[in-house]
């Protein structure tokens, strides 16, 4: 008889431990391959300093990042890498709202402090510019968080976080490897999200900024297709500051050159001689001053003017948008980037455009013809688009001109750029607005916390830098991604463990 209740007594406590088990063990939960206390997802400058923020609060860490080392840092190391020192006052006002005086404070002293050790770690910054420009910057953070004993899982993209699917609790990440196999990470305290921007996913540059398709070239890193901010969306996470206001613009790039190298070959002056140039639609119409600094400007882009007017819907009606220039500008020196220090083209030596333009030229980047009506012809050819209006693009060239003789303009062009196009040979190429990054993205709280449409946190879910930088207008970049990389790392590291 004992036996006989010893053995139920025995098998009451397996069935007990098993049911105990199927509910620690929810269905949705994967079989963890990895664990640390805060897992980062992307390595670039506000992944390195969560993850050192992390790691100085006691927490184990680990950075998973989506390119190889040789690719990887993102925005950073296609970046000039310039250092303005912002005002705490500055930094509240550009959160428009969104910041406090006080957090606002927090933050002007936190890039403070990591400038600082980024200065110890050998940044040297001349004339408010990282030694070695984008590269050198990003070495530094690479070196310092090496130093740290932080470990980096190159070539292992997050895919998907793992959530509680009722609490939204986040408890690890799902990424895929080299060889195409998951790996499932547990995080113990939170995940914090550092993926930047979404510039290079044309799909979401369409939904959140444009009526209809435009074409445009990229000057950053491939790897910013908004990753971050989709796998948080997925969630629950909502988004905020997502306007045409958050593209920053870097000036324009040749079309049938960046299609062909797969990253935007920027069209620019000569640098010094003649500005004998004009941009034109496709009606031949001029339509901006082509000086016009776009890089950071948050006007309305004139080549973004838009007419949805029904019935006679006309779209963007100054894109495509064309470059015509002539022999002056030709013989002054490089079109396109040579030597430059900026965009990931040149940082990636990509292409280095030739002195002399002819290459290029060869090449088919631009066409040339002795006259007007071949140019247009040979344009047309060349960009597969309906020709340009060829007697409007003469009246054009016959009005700017004219303009340059009165040293006046119709789209208030500089007295010091207007030199008239003179006789031919002339050139000509379809041009493209050329996007650096985005700054707008998730919603996010005070210490970096994610937040949902209603501005609840999602639990155990942090971000920073371009995923969602907490500044609406350009003043976080480089050295906001570092502060607010920080902020979130130490939240996300003060929590207790699941
Ligand atoms: C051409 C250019 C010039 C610029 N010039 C300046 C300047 O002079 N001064 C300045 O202050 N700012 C500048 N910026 C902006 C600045 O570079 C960015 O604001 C900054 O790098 C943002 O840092 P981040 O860490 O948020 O993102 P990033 O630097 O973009 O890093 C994101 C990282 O996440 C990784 N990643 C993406 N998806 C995943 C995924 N699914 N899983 C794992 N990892 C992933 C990426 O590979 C990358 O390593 C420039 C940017 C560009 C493109």
Redesign the pocket.
């Known amino acids: 008889m004992k036996k006989i209740i010893a053995t139920l007594i025995c098998l009451a406590l397996t069935l007990g431990m098993i049911s105990a088990l199927a509910e620690e063990t929810p269905a949705w939960m994967p079989n963890w391959d990895r664990d640390a206390d805060v897992v980062v ?7 390195a300093m969560a993850a050192k923020a992390a790691q100085e609060n006691g927490a184990s860490t680990l950075i ?4 190889s080392k040789e690719y ?5 190391p ?6 303005k020192p912002y005002t705490a006052e500055e930094i509240c006002s550009s959160a428009m709202g969104r910041m406090t005086m006080e957090e606002a404070q927090r933050m002007f002293d936190k890039e403070n402090e990591l400038l600082d050790w980024m200065t110890q770690n050998g940044l040297n910054i001349v004339n408010s510019t990282s030694e070695g420009n ?1 590269p050198g910057f990003y070495d530094v953070v690479v070196k310092g968080i090496e130093a740290l004993g932080i470990e980096v899982l190159y070539e ?4 998907k976080l793992i959530c509680d699917p009722e609490t939204k609790e986040v408890y690890g990440v799902q990424c895929q490897q080299a060889d195409g196999s998951d790996l499932y990470v547990r995080a113990n305290k939170g995940v914090v999200l ?4 979404y510039a290079a996913n044309k799909d979401l540059m369409t939904r959140f900024h444009f009526a209809d398709m435009i074409d445009y070239a990229l ?3 491939p ?3 908004g ?2 901010l989709l796998m948080a969306v997925e969630i629950g996470a909502g988004l905020d500051g997502v306007s045409n206001q958050q593209i920053e613009w ?1 000036g324009y790039s040749y079309k049938v050159a960046s299609d062909e190298m797969g990253t935007a070959i920027l069209h620019m002056g000569p640098s010094l001689g003649p500005d004998s140039r004009i941009f034109v639609n496709t009606n031949g119409e001029r339509f901006m001053d082509e000086e016009m600094y776009i890089v950071h400007s948050k006007c309305q882009m004139p080549f973004l003017a838009y007419d949805g007017t029904f019935p006679i819907y006309n779209g963007y009606f100054n894109l495509s948008m064309y470059v015509i220039f002539d022999q002056a500008m030709f013989e002054a020196g490089p079109v396109g980037p040579r030597d430059y220090w ?3 083209a040149s940082m990636y030596d990509i292409y280095n455009w030739s002195e002399d333009n002819q290459a290029e030229l060869d090449r088919g980047w631009f066409v040339k013809a002795d006259t007007i009506d071949e140019l247009v012809e040979k344009l047309a050819a060349q960009s597969g688009n309906d020709p340009i209006d060829v007697e409007n693009l003469k009246k054009t060239i016959e009005a700017y001109n004219a303009g340059c003789a009165e040293q006046s303009d119709a789209f208030g062009r500089s007295e010091f750029y207007l030199d008239p196009i003179g006789d031919g040979p002339y050139y000509a190429a379809q041009i493209l607005p050329t996007v ?2 985005t700054i707008g993205g998730l919603s996010g709280g005070p210490n970096g916390e994610t937040l949902d449409w209603e501005g609840n946190p999602i639990p155990r879910l942090y971000h ?4 969602g930088q907490p500044t609406k207008i350009l003043i ?6 570092l502060a607010t ?1 920080d902020i979130a790392g130490t939240a996300c590291s003060q929590l207790a463990s699941h």
């Open positions: 997802v992307g390595f670039g400058p506000a992944g998973l990042e989506k390119a990887a840092g993102g925005s950073a296609a970046s000039m890498g310039f250092i984008g292992t993209p997050a895919v550092c993926t930047g921007g000057a950053g890193a790897t910013q297709t990753d971050g870097y900026c965009g990931y650096v990054y920073a830098g371009d995923v976080a970049a480089l050295q906001g991604a990389g």
